[in-house]
């Protein structure tokens, strides 16, 4: 959810609903600007109104990067758009994959990906049987180069599942 704070867009990244034995209830919120990457936090009584953000999405592939720049097309139009680099999404993005490009006020503010991606592990450790009393877990790069802690039992060449908001492993893609 994008709601406007202080007339800057914001994404909602955490919420928690906070009814105390004495008091009215609040809300107590995690949001991150758009237009500079700060995370905030930020607390709404129960019943306070808050606008929403009116963010267009325009899905585009991502041909290239250009420096700290990604360049999408827009699939319909062919026109290039180019976003400023943002770890928190270029770490998942395969070249010629498809993106949710995200328009503010008639300005490029962000991407938004898929919620889980699959990709190939490109570097790991071995795992070997026997090292843990419970199930372990080591660092592996992806394809992407992004580094998530999957289990033991991962190999090189294996393709798995990621969520891409928590950055956590999900499960092994058999083809």
Not at 51 to 77: H, I, P, R, W
């Amino acid at each position: 959810m994008s709601i406007i704070i202080d007339k800057q867009p914001y994404r909602v990244t955490e919420f928690l609903h906070v009814k105390p034995g004495k008091g009215s209830a609040f809300v107590r919120t995690k949001v991150k600007n758009y237009l500079t990457g700060n995370t905030v936090e930020k607390t709404f009584r129960a019943g306070e109104k808050v606008e929403q953000a009116d963010l267009n999405k325009a899905s585009m592939q991502f041909t290239y990067e250009e420096g700290e720049m990604y360049v999408f097309m827009d699939l319909n139009t062919y026109e290039e758009t180019r976003v400023p680099r943002d770890e928190s999404w270029a770490k998942y993005l395969l070249e010629g994959g498809e993106a949710d490009v995200l328009i503010w006020d008639e300005k490029v503010i962000g991407v938004d990906i898929a919620n889980t991606v699959t990709l190939e592990v490109t570097e790991t450790d071995p795992g070997v049987k026997g090292n843990t009393a419970q199930g372990g877990s080591k660092p592996c790069t992806l394809e992407t180069g992004a580094v998530v802690q999957v289990p033991l039992f991962i190999n090189i060449g294996d393709k798995i599942s990621v969520d891409t908001r928590s950055d956590q492993y999900l499960n092994r893609v058999t083809d």
